[in-house]
């Protein structure tokens, strides 16, 4: 017997596309989440892609995921347009300590979520590099990247997390999860009707 979460899961994979400003913490956080250890990473160029079965005890335990990590450098931004495109999920990874290029994050966050392709894609921050001192809080992240101003078919959720030790990154993929389920289950519905 499984209910509508663990059905969802049995038959496919969600594609999550991870974006977010180089140095934030994208390929750290996809390493932890594949093998539940920290792994020492390089600044991408392109592109890495994992399929990563999620683990933690919550909501998305079990559920298969196909994640594809965009290097954040601005030269490649041209590429998280069509690495975003009909994608389940996406989660945005923000170092919590750049302070000074929050609003650059900003602007590259609101320029993915108002794209026709992503209207009502869930979206998960990532407030990355909790560990650090004078990492801002999760209230100071949502204002300065202006989360209220998004798109108002986005659903998200801002999660603290240390990817380093793989705090937050399991209670954030719940979340993203249950998000992606209401969204689904909505989508049905709305077909259903006359
Ligand atoms: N202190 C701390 N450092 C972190 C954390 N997460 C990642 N880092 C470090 O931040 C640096 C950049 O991490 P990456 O995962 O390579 O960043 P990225 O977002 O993939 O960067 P690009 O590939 O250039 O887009 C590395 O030195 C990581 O070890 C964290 O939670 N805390
Ligand atoms: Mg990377």
């Known amino acids: 017997?499984?209910?509508?979460?663990?059905?969802?899961?049995?038959?496919?994979?969600?594609?999550?596309?991870?974006?977010?400003?180089?140095?934030?913490?994208?390929?750290?956080?996809?390493?932890?989440?594949?093998?539940?250890?920290?792994?020492?990473?390089?600044?991408?160029?392109?592109?890495?892609?994992?399929?990563?079965?999620?683990?933690?005890?919550?909501?998305?335990?079990?559920?298969?995921?196909?994640?594809?990590?965009?290097?954040?450098?601005?030269?490649?931004?041209?590429?998280?347009?069509?690495?975003?495109?009909c994608t389940d999920g996406i989660v945005y990874v923000v170092d919590s300590v750049d302070a000074e290029r929050l609003e650059e994050a900003r602007t590259e966050?609101?320029?993915?979520?108002?794209?026709?392709e992503n209207q009502g894609t869930p979206l998960l921050v990532i407030a990355n590099k909790q560990d650090l001192p004078r990492a801002l809080d999760v209230g100071e992240i949502e204002k300065q990247l202006a989360l209220s101003e998004l798109p108002p078919s986005t659903p998200f959720h801002v999660q603290p997390s240390c990817a380093i030790i793989g705090e937050g990154l399991e209670e954030g993929m719940d979340k993203l999860y249950e998000m992606i389920v209401k969204r689904r289950k909505s989508l049905k519905q709305k077909k259903k009707r006359p």
């Open 1 to 85: 017997m499984g209910n509508s979460f663990t059905n969802l899961g049995a038959f496919q994979s969600l594609h999550i596309v991870m974006l977010g400003l180089d140095s934030a913490g994208k390929t750290t956080v996809l390493y932890r989440l594949k093998f539940n250890e920290f792994v020492n990473t390089v600044p991408t160029i392109g592109f890495n892609t994992e399929k990563i079965r999620l683990g933690g005890a919550g909501a998305s335990r079990g559920i298969s995921c196909h994640f594809w990590d965009v290097g954040g450098q601005e030269k490649l931004r041209p590429l998280w347009k069509p690495y975003s495109r």
């Open 109 to 116: 966050l609101h320029k993915i979520t108002r794209s026709v």
